[in-house]
């Protein structure tokens, strides 16, 4: 992937992602710096492969992005087999009363909340990441804010979940937005 050394993002935030306990995080970093880098890291070492169910769920504004992410972790991922990852996209349709066997699931807020709340392909006590990408273009756009408020709503049951907030903009502000999920 042309890593050499981790960035200023990866190198602060990655033992952070890693710790343990679990631990909230905001993310604040230019565009092209490694934030995508950073969490698809930290997804595929918190998710177990021998657990056959969606283990993490990682929102993005639009449909490029969500693909761009999923690349990105199939790529680091690529020696881990028995990790597997679902598009929660426009046009990805599932047949109901299916439960997902992919760990990851990454997609838009409309697609992925349509999948846990409407037709229960995900099971919410199951989930210990939350992945939201360029949170501040989230909660710029009502619809996408909403969603993803109800998403992390839908998933926020237990103590252990780790949310991540990834942004170009002002960590203060993502405070601002979302106090209760980053405590």
Not at 63 to 84: N, R, T
């Amino acid at each position: 992937m042309g890593f050499n050394r981790p960035s200023r993002i990866q190198e602060n935030a990655l033992p952070l992602m890693l710790a343990q306990p679990p631990q909230n995080l905001i993310a604040q970093s230019q565009s092209g710096t490694g934030k995508t880098a950073a969490f698809s890291l930290a997804i595929l070492s918190h998710v177990n492969p021998a657990n056959k169910w969606t283990q993490c769920l990682c929102i993005a504004p639009t449909y490029e992005l969500a693909l761009q992410i999923g690349q990105v972790i199939e790529q680091m991922g690529k020696f881990c087999p028995d990790v597997k990852l679902a598009y929660g996209i426009r046009g990805n349709r599932l047949n109901r009363g299916v439960k997902l066997q992919e760990q990851i699931v990454i997609g838009t807020p409309g697609t992925v909340l349509d999948w846990c709340t409407k037709y229960k392909f995900i099971d919410p006590k199951k989930i210990t990441m939350f992945v939201l990408d360029e949170a501040d273009v989230m909660i710029a756009t009502q619809g996408h804010r909403d969603q993803s408020i109800r998403i992390q709503r839908y998933t926020f049951m237990r103590e252990i979940l780790r949310c991540r907030f990834y942004s170009c903009c002002s960590a203060l502000f993502l405070q601002h937005c979302f106090p209760r999920f980053i405590g």
